[in-house]
């Protein structure tokens, strides 16, 4: 950790009385950071701005914890700033408070005119990421993890503790007898990173002590590789996707490596930091997409991010959700504008109404995915008649922001056959009868 605050002090290009931002949940983490970095103002004269977001999810502690780092500020004569996330507008929890957060952040170093914004991602915290992403799959930079330092529109993000473990971090705590925060959440199994942490990590350092020596060098390597071909990608790019518009007929010309990379690259440049939410079956969607010998076409993407295909183009788009007008065929995998995902399964053990077991000799294919039309009625499984959607929406007390991109499940013949995670019409069959398709919604 002291090696930390020499890092910082010889290589980081502040100048006395600058300004910097600092991210502090009031975990361990973030108070070793925070240490350090009051280490680094004595010396400096810096101005420290802590940020603090509470996520208000409801969890015991939230408050407690904003009045800690706030006291610890106070202490420490350190700038408090704190903002409470008071709504989430989609589903994907993690993705939208870590967007409001980077934003929160953004508003800060303008409001000081801040150089640098430091996190306290750490060395496990790099080994969780990367192995993530390879079970669920992303692109060449996905892989690599997260950046130490990533530059942004006039400052940078900095993550000095990039190749410190969360043991060094305890350690570092005890000697200096600094107190900290629990986040009982980080305890839950639900959580994926969680189950990472606490399962599969702990395997690789019984393998190898200094194991995330070789992750960060991973790391270091796949960028490395990353920045050289996006040298060469750079040069063909301006001429293939003129005005952020992929020119097929120059693009199938080019070998499949530098084909998927300007997909890739595509993508970045539109998701920006946000590349986790990306999976190569989405870049796989892409190059069908692109391949398929239909002249027209659309696929739709996380953050309401569209690929459109007219004729000899390709475009990426951010759908205007006012309008709430799509229509996508189900085919094994697809995202949808909602934040959440439709996939063909060969499996499964439950029978909840995120889950629609199909016989193909009922309905028409193809099937498709659509948001509501006005006068929508489906037959509800176990009941007779038909009833309106917009009726289910309000029993099952859906927000009416919710409602215009709820997805609705329809066969050719437009018959509504299933209200992912609602309702289950009279198409959807049980597990002991007779079924050629199960979809599953989440």
């Not at 103002?41 to 810096?46: E, N, R, T, Y």
């Not at 408090?80 to 989430?88: N, P």
């Not at 080019?254 to 989405?282: A, F, G, R």
Request: aromatic share 10%; charged share 30%.
């Amino acid at each position: 950790m002291d090696n930390v605050y020499q890092d910082l002090l010889e290589k980081l290009n502040v100048k006395y009385g600058d300004s910097i931002i600092v991210g502090v949940s009031g975990g361990p983490d973030s108070m070793a950071l925070l240490h350090i970095l009051i280490r680094l103002k004595k010396a400096l004269d810096l101005q420290i701005v802590v940020a603090h977001v509470n996520h208000n999810t409801g969890r015991k502690g939230q408050l407690e914890e904003q009045k800690f780092v706030e006291s610890y500020c106070k202490k420490n004569s350190l700038i408090f700033e704190t903002m409470t996330i008071e709504e989430y507008g989609d589903d994907n929890f993690h993705n939208e408070a870590r967007t409001i957060r980077y934003s929160y952040f953004n508003n800060l170093v303008k409001k000081y005119h801040a150089k640098y914004v430091f996190t306290a991602h750490h060395a496990d915290d790099l080994i969780e990421t990367i192995l993530m992403r390879i079970v669920r799959g992303s692109t060449l930079k996905g892989y690599s993890g997260f950046s130490k330092t990533v530059k942004m529109n006039g400052y940078y993000i900095i993550r000095p503790l990039i190749n410190i473990t969360k043991d060094e971090i305890y350690k570092y705590l005890g000697k200096h007898k600094i107190k900290y925060m629990v986040d009982q959440s980080n305890l839950k199994d639900i959580y994926t990173r969680n189950r990472f942490r606490k399962y599969i990590v702990p395997e690789f350092k019984k393998e190898d002590k200094l194991v995330h020596e070789k992750f960060y060098k991973f790391n270091q390597t796949l960028l490395e590789y990353n920045d050289y071909i996006d040298k060469i990608v750079a040069k063909k790019y301006k001429k293939i996707v003129p005005d952020n518009v992929l020119n097929i007929e120059e693009y199938l010309k080019e070998e499949p490596l530098i084909q998927n990379k300007i997909i890739y690259l595509m993508l970045e440049k539109m998701y920006q930091d946000d590349l986790m939410l990306l999976t190569d079956k989405h870049c796989e969607l892409i190059y069908n997409l692109i391949n398929s010998k239909k002249a027209n076409g659309k696929i739709h993407l996380p953050n309401n991010i569209q690929a459109i295909k007219s004729y000899n183009n390709l475009e990426l788009s951010k759908l205007n959700v006012k309008d709430n007008i799509y229509e996508i065929q189900i085919e094994q995998y697809l995202n949808l504008p909602n934040g959440k995902n439709i996939e063909v399964i060969t499996d499964s053990k439950t029978d909840g109404n995120d889950v629609c077991r199909l016989s193909l000799n009922e309905v028409k294919q193809p099937l498709y995915v659509r948001n509501r039309h006005d006068g929508d009625k489906m037959t509800v499984k176990g009941m007779l008649g038909r009833k309106k959607v917009s009726d289910i929406f309000i029993d099952c007390k859906i927000p009416s922001k919710d409602r215009d991109l709820w997805p609705i499940v329809c066969d050719a013949d437009d018959n509504i056959i299933w209200l992912p995670g609602l309702k289950k019409s009279k198409f959807c069959k049980e597990k002991t009868e007779k079924y050629d398709i199960i979809l599953k919604y989440y």
